[in-house]
């Protein structure tokens, strides 16, 4: 593995795989009474965000304390940053208390990249999500699902998204969460097609590895995974599309639209949903709709990510019995 998780474009195939094969062992941890790994015991990890976040900031706090290690949570709001402090001194503070990685999330893009180039601290950096750039252990954690659920939880040790097509909707200008799954799930031979309204797809998309559709009817018979995208209202500064509900119409998932897909094919959200514009409560609620599990999977998904990246060379979970004390 490689010392920071910037970007998903960074990962290879064979460390994706590792990843989500590693992800699969964490897994096996949830389903113990006690869900507790001795992994990155003695190890301090701080959750540095400037940045609004609910799952991703617990998925991470939850991943940091199921591997033991001793965790800081760091929040813009309350802190010095509110006084003027800098993210140079921010992180020299953060270096001086001795922390062994940072998980990162901010407003600006490349702010993740400059940390962890800088100089500044001498820790693995984990991208949490920088502005519209990237968001790597979310689209992980939606490969990790597309994956379970397109080829299953034990055959797909070792596998890749090869040949599965994947469809992701919305507003593709504002996502970093776009940017990392087009990378990633390219990355692991999936054929991808980004669809959403012209005024929400940003220029130079032809560069990127998809396709480009703005009728999303057309493209969902042949759609393995359906994901929507949340309309980024924070990170707009003028007027994208006519009203919600012309939206709705053109782009939002309801049962007829779901009906058109595949018997096998998923619906996906990195959350959170706005029920009634981009997908509605029936598809939401469904059993083909993926949400809660991605929420779940999120957290198997970045202790594989803290454990691999903090230095894990033997299995995660050890299947060996436990050796008789001497002193017994």
């Known amino acids: 593995m490689m010392r920071h998780l910037i970007s998903a474009a960074d990962l290879t195939r064979d460390d994706a795989v590792l990843i989500l094969d590693t992800a699969e062992e964490m897994a096996r941890v949830a389903d113990r009474p006690i869900k507790k790994l001795p992994a990155l015991r003695g190890r301090t990890i701080c959750n540095l965000f400037f940045e609004d976040s609910t799952r991703t900031r617990i998925s991470f706090e939850a991943a940091e304390k199921r591997l033991s290690a001793d965790v800081i949570n760091f929040t813009a709001k309350g802190s010095s940053v509110s006084k003027g402090e800098s993210l140079k001194d921010t992180a020299q503070t953060l270096e001086a208390m001795g922390v062994d990685a940072v998980v990162i999330r901010h407003s600006a893009s490349g702010a993740p990249y400059r940390l962890a180039n800088s100089g500044w601290i001498d820790a693995p950096v984990i991208n949490a999500g920088d502005g519209t750039h990237q968001h790597p252990t ?31 909707v919305g507003d593709v200008l504002h996502s970093r969460v776009a940017r990392s799954n087009v990378d990633l799930l390219h990355t692991l031979g999936a054929e991808v097609t980004v669809v959403a309204p012209p005024t929400l797809v940003p220029v130079g998309v032809e560069t990127w590895p998809c396709e480009v559709s703005y009728d999303l009817d057309s493209t969902l018979p042949k759609s393995d995974a359906v994901m929507l995208l949340r309309v980024q209202r924070e990170r707009m500064n003028a007027a994208f599309f006519p009203t919600e509900r012309e939206y709705s119409r053109r782009y939002g998932l309801d049962a007829e639209r779901m009906a058109k897909m595949p ?58 019995r436990p050796v008789e004390s001497e002193n017994k």
């Open 138 to 168: 979310q689209a992980l954690l939606d490969a990790f699902t597309m994956r379970r659920r397109l080829v299953g939880r034990d055959a797909g040790l070792g596998r890749d998204l090869e040949g599965k097509r994947i469809t992701l």
């Open 263 to 320: 018997e096998h094919a998923i619906v996906m959200h990195p959350g959170p949903m706005v029920r009634g514009m981009e997908i509605t409560a029936e598809v939401a609620d469904s059993d083909r709709c993926t949400v809660v599990e991605q929420v779940a999977n999120g957290v198997h998904t970045r202790m594989a990510v803290l454990y691999l990246l903090l230095g894990g060379n033997e299995p995660a979970v050890s299947h060996a």
